[in-house]
């Protein structure tokens, strides 16, 4: 099966960064769209920011001109390069990924289990 392993989570100070990874795994024909999402405590699940296969980028509004959505199709990997870091910014990161196992599949969408990012002020 399709496993998303996050890494690159942490502790940080406000106005510092960090890089988050999300590497695929499995047995799969393609990857198409891979994507961000953040949940603060108490909070929904919410979208960051996603990108297609073709490198295209969309992102949320507070993370416009903060964060970096980025992938590497040959590694299965998705980054999310995060700047000037605010404690609202604090929550599980969770990546996501739609996976065609075969080349006329509609896809599948497949969760990691999340990477713990903590901002102090």
């Known amino acids: 099966q399709v496993q998303l392993v996050e890494s690159g989570g942490g502790f940080v100070q406000a106005g510092r960064s960090l890089r988050l990874s999300c590497a695929a795994s499995g047995s799969f024909h393609a990857i198409g769209a891979m994507a961000w999402y953040r949940q603060a405590p108490g909070m929904q699940r919410e979208l960051v920011a996603r990108i297609e296969r073709d490198g295209s980028p969309e992102y949320v509004d507070h993370a416009h001109g903060r964060f970096i959505i980025t992938r590497d199709n040959a590694k299965n990997t998705v980054y999310l390069q995060m700047n000037l870091l605010q404690p609202e910014d604090t929550g599980v990161y969770y990546c996501?990924?739609?996976?065609?196992?075969?080349?006329?599949?509609?896809?599948?969408?497949?969760w990691g289990r999340g990477a713990q990012v903590t901002v102090s002020s």
């Open positions: 996501s990924a739609t996976v065609l196992q075969y080349y006329w599949d509609a896809g599948t969408m497949y």
